[in-house]
């Protein structure tokens, strides 16, 4: 018996229910299903809330990541510098242009790109850096951003898990060319399925990425380039422009149940950390502990709290990837973070009463356990021997 669920889709349908069946009622009434207007006002609407020059609709955030490289141009003699800390999508993007993902570690107390260790992996065959804005919280862009064009590399944010997150006041998505986002159902701002899309800065991009996605024609039957077929259809993008407006305070509600969370458990598990200058959208809320696998048994089988591990097998050791060479060792940081890491229930219709509930769970399962003090002591980065 689950309680309190990781995530319960049907609870946010319910919640916005006449705005979800009034966009989908609307679209099937007007007969015009691909590329019609629905997708234009959504692209417009979603450019206006990032404060980005362009936004191009698409079928999922793994395709966004596509399109968006290989607008760039990136292609199979090409290296692309990115985490291996992240869900396996983001590889798959890379992959399909051709170019060799190139694994570099992670910040230990974030768990996104340590910026630090990316120049040590640049060659002559470096065309792109993706930085993955993880869990909600973005990338240290400047000093990326400074690395990048000293080297002439094209900079592609992932911002699939960081909807509305800022990084000095400005929206993840809009400080570099091109930033690709997916909008599957559980993300910050979710479809009712698959979609994702792509910002850009230019005009001449811009027109390359409406091609690219609708198999490199500009008018029909006409085709000026190669390209895929990634069209976000009509209904989704209808689902999604009419949640645009409630956006900002969900995110705020997220915050809020992370603060809750962090006041409850920060001395008894490793709680997430904001930097500065950032701002956190907790796409997920992500401690860390030396019991993991003993915790995430516990809240499941005493408590009926659900939890997921974001991510148990980093890219560079995924079967998938064996190719490229990696072994265990590689990534010490990634690899040390995805044996301890566990993400909590996290949306914004969660209770105030079930958050505590969780953190209720949590304490009991340490003191049952008597290994509060393990927990919190013994988090050190194996590179930086840093507490965190």
């Known amino acids: 018996m689950i309680n309190i669920p ?6 946010h349908y319910q919640a916005y229910k006449s705005d979800f069946d009034t966009a989908v009622q609307r679209v099937l009434a007007s007969g015009y299903y691909i590329l019609g207007p629905e997708l234009e006002r959504f692209e417009k609407e979603f450019a206006n809330w990032l404060g980005a020059e362009y936004v191009v609709g698409c079928a999922s955030g793994t395709e966004a990541i596509y399109l968006a490289l290989a607008a760039a141009g990136v292609g199979p003699q090409d290296e692309v510098i990115v985490v291996a800390h992240t869900a396996v999508p983001t590889i798959s993007g890379i992959s399909m242009t051709g170019a060799t993902p190139i694994f570099v570690d992670i910040d230990p107390k974030t ?41 002439g590399i094209v900079v592609m944010e992932d911002c699939a898990q960081s909807t509305g997150a800022a990084y000095g006041g400005r929206k993840s998505g809009t400080l570099t060319e091109f930033g690709a986002f997916s909008f599957y159902p559980s993300k910050n701002l979710g479809a009712f399925g698959d979609g994702g899309a792509v910002t850009c ?8 990425l409406i091609k690219l996605r609708n198999y490199g024609s500009s008018k029909r039957y006409y085709h000026e380039s190669i390209g895929i077929n990634s069209r976000l259809d009509e209904i989704q993008a209808a689902i999604l422009a009419c949640q645009i407006p409630y956006l900002h305070e969900w995110n705020e509600r997220r915050r809020q149940i992370a603060k809750r969370y962090s006041e409850g458990l920060k001395d008894v598990v490793v709680v997430p950390q904001e930097s500065e ?11 860390q502990t030396d019991n993991r696998d003993e915790l995430q048994n516990f809240l499941l089988e005493e408590k009926g709290i659900q939890t997921i591990i974001h991510y148990p097998v980093p ?24 044996k301890r890491i566990l993400s909590l229930p996290m949306q914004p219709e969660l209770t105030d009463s079930q958050v505590d509930e969780i953190i209720d769970g949590i304490r009991q399962y340490f003191k049952t356990a008597n290994t509060s003090a393990n927990s919190v002591t013994e988090t050190n980065s ?3 021997g840093v507490a965190r």
């Open 277 to 287: 200058n950032r701002h956190h959208v907790y796409h997920l809320y992500v401690i």
């Open 6 to 11: 990781f995530g319960d889709l049907k609870l």
């Open 382 to 384: 194996p590179v930086t």
């Open 315 to 338: 890219a560079h050791l995924q079967n998938a990837y064996a190719h490229l060479g990696y072994k265990p060792g590689n990534l010490p940081n990634t690899e040390y973070a995805a």
């Open 111 to 151: 768990y996104v790109m340590d910026v630090a260790a990316i120049e040590a992996r640049i060659t002559p065959k470096t065309k792109a850096i993706v930085p993955v804005h993880l869990y909600g919280q973005m990338v240290d862009m400047e000093p990326l951003m400074k690395l990048a064009a000293k080297h």
């Open 201 to 208: 800065k230019t005009k001449e991009n811009y027109d390359k």
